[in-house]
């Protein structure tokens, strides 16, 4: 049984700021737990835009906090997110979120990250493994 809280994962190596500067994120479950999955509280700032591809990765996202405009660019379907909304990205969709007000949620990987990942050029997450 693990049990840990975000606070106390604050300023180690599983709490990531985005070189970009527009999101950080408490990794606290990862690939080494060797769950299937990963689990993450992840913060958006406020008048911010992220372009996000996950083309390795299928990530499930609920709200908790704060409010944000998602696009899918496979459709241009636009959609308001604020807290108890969940979005599933579990076609790789390239999307963005434009964020109105700090948005906090909880983010679930799989296959789950191992906590280096941030996005490249083109919004995606290389697929990391563990080393053995």
């Known amino acids: 049984m693990i049990v840990r809280s975000f606070k106390e994962i604050e300023g180690t190596d599983r ?17 080494k737990e060797k769950v299937g999955f990963s689990l993450h509280e992840t913060i958006l700032y406020a008048g ?21 405009e998602l696009t899918d660019h496979e459709t241009g379907q636009k959609h308001t997110i604020t807290p108890g909304t969940m979005y599933l990205l579990d076609g790789h969709e390239r999307h963005t979120l434009r964020v ?3 948005f906090r949620c909880l983010c679930v990987f799989n296959p789950p990250v191992t ?14 493994t563990e080393e053995v």
């Open 15 to 31: 709490h990531v700021k985005a070189a970009s500067g527009t999101w950080e994120s408490k990794r606290i479950v990862l690939a």
């Open 48 to 68: 911010t835009e992220t372009s996000m591809w996950y083309a390795n990765h299928i990530e499930a996202v609920v709200c908790v906090e704060g409010e944000a």
């Open 100 to 102: 109105k007000q700090d």
């Open 115 to 128: 906590g280096r990942e941030d996005h490249d050029e083109n919004g995606v997450y290389p697929l990391l």
